[in-house]
């Protein structure tokens, strides 16, 4: 049964900045993680140790630093010690140099300056109680993700799933990982429950009223999936979802550039993709390409160069910006060294990416912006810890190099027009195209990152299906590497091959994912679900993103978001800054709440403007209704898609009779209560 709100016997401002504030500080602890107190013989190097030794000890004892010769990075270094031995003793803590140096009053202690806590202790213990020598639990080194494994072949699903839809495969698969640790799930959400959350997760928005009715009072057993493919094809879906692959691609960046998007083309190429169900690897490809179309606006690339040209030249950025998307990883910090803890993530992995655009420079043509790419040059040399000098070669994360011609020793490269298809200009004069060479670094990367390259697959399903559930099958959501392996490794695998069977069908896969029973389930977990946020037994609760938000408040208030654009510009920019500025986040790892965000939904003056009466919006509609409790469940409708239950009823009745000579202040502040609640700001 759903809690009771129970908010409104003192609903103000100061009451609304309490409930903004408990509710934030409640998803940061839900969102907190873990460490696990299960039975010892769960607890694993892997799961519950590494972590912990990543947190509080690989700074000094890792691969970068290794006091005493001691690197706890991994299993194995971490059992033969530096230079005083072993550090850990298979069966016996106290015999455990890492295990006594960690003990209170140890003499030398770590870590240094800090206690850890006895939870942590205690896990470290039993971890080492229950290791023998030769203990498989040891987890050598994961398979790197560059060389990932075909995934789980049809042939190896019973007879009773293979060959069956891909959804019917995620739940047999997904059932798999609960029977294995013993969960029962949740029971599935309900009709009011699961049209919300699809409006919001597939096309950015709440139901209106008669869209949730058509669909709640609908007869149809197989309305929810008929709901699901009808929003993937409405205009809705296109541009929620470009607005959601912006900001994965290029972040969230301030007003300017968030409008030079617009006014460039790449919000209209985002859109036109998922609108017209582009292949995923195809728009990738159109991204680093980045050629200037010859018949824009209807060529479907006019706006794909605005990825590379926003980053103004700046190379190691863009390497950056795409590696989440092509490799599914970060590989930031492999810039000055090796991956610290990701070790199948190269030095020469972030120079090669930086190579591919190396060559590449902003220009302005007479055709329009452009990014052209040289056909020399871009040979340049990096450093490692040891300061030994190494050529950056364009060779690449999944296991694909490019073989291209360098110059020897004192060798002078000469340009010429032979070297390309579309020739530069000459010397201060304007050109008619972006120069493009007939050896492209950027269509070769391109080629080796949309052809044959299982994680741009598993990098795409990943972010979909974090999106659609909350949390992605590796999480972070973009870190798939050895450091962080998935929670269901089998799915990953068979979903991204599912996904480039079907030539990367982008609506095909979130319309599955949406259909599974795991997307469908409550937000009512007990003790036991909370301890498995992985097994995906209870529905996450999901913040919102900035923009859904905002359109959440825009149309559950009553207002178009076009119209309000247009009538009151200033009131929308401003609405748009706040929102964007105070929940910046998409897809954090651990959710973190600011006392700036309380503030915001409990003062804000643009939230006060949407709540002023005006002729067809909800609040005018509401005051004109003479019976309280039916103004309290057209409220209740409006903002949160449900009715009152009967406690709740009873204290708005309460609130709204004790300031029944003030109506307009009263509904005011009953609907300004229910904005500021979670069950308004989360889609759960």
Known sequence: MRPPCNPFRYVSRLWRLGLALMMLSGLALAASPRLSTSDPATVTWQGDIEPLFDRECVKCHGPIKQKGGLDLSRFQSAVTGGQS????????????????????????????????????MATIARWIAHLSLGDPEGEPEPSPPSHPSSGTPREALPDTVSGRPVHQVIDYLIREEWNQRKLVPTSLSDDRTFVRRVYLDLNGRPPSVEEANHFLYSGDSAKRSRLIQRLTRSPDYARHMAGIFDLLLLGRKGTTEQDQRHQHGWMSFLNRAFAKNRPWNEVIYEIILARQPRDHPSDPTAGALWFLYEHKNNHQSIAESIAPMVFGTQIKCAQCHDHPLAHEIKQSHYWGLVAAFNRSKNVTTKAGLGVAESAIGGFVNFANLQQESQPARLVFLNGKSIKEKRPQPGEEEQDSPEAYHVVPPEKDQEPSLAAIPRFSRREGFAQAVTRDNPLLAKAFVNHVWALLLGRGLVHPVDEINSKHPASHPELLDWLANAFVDSQYDMRALIEAIAQCQAYQLTAAPDATHIEHPDAFAYALEKPLTAETLMRLLITATGHSPEEY???FPEKAKGLRASITTQFPDLLPVTYQATLQQAMFLTNSPEIDHLLTPRVGNVIDRLLQIKDRDQRIRETFLALLGRHPDATELDYIRAFLNDRKDHPLRGQKQFMWSLLATPEFQLNR
């Open 85 to 120: 031995g072993p550090a850990i003793v298979p069966g016996s803590p106290e015999a455990s140099l890492v295990y006594r140096y960690l003990k209170k009053d140890s003499d030398p202690h770590m870590p240094p300056k800090k206690q850890l806590e006895t939870r942590e």
């Open 565 to 567: 654009r247009r009538h």
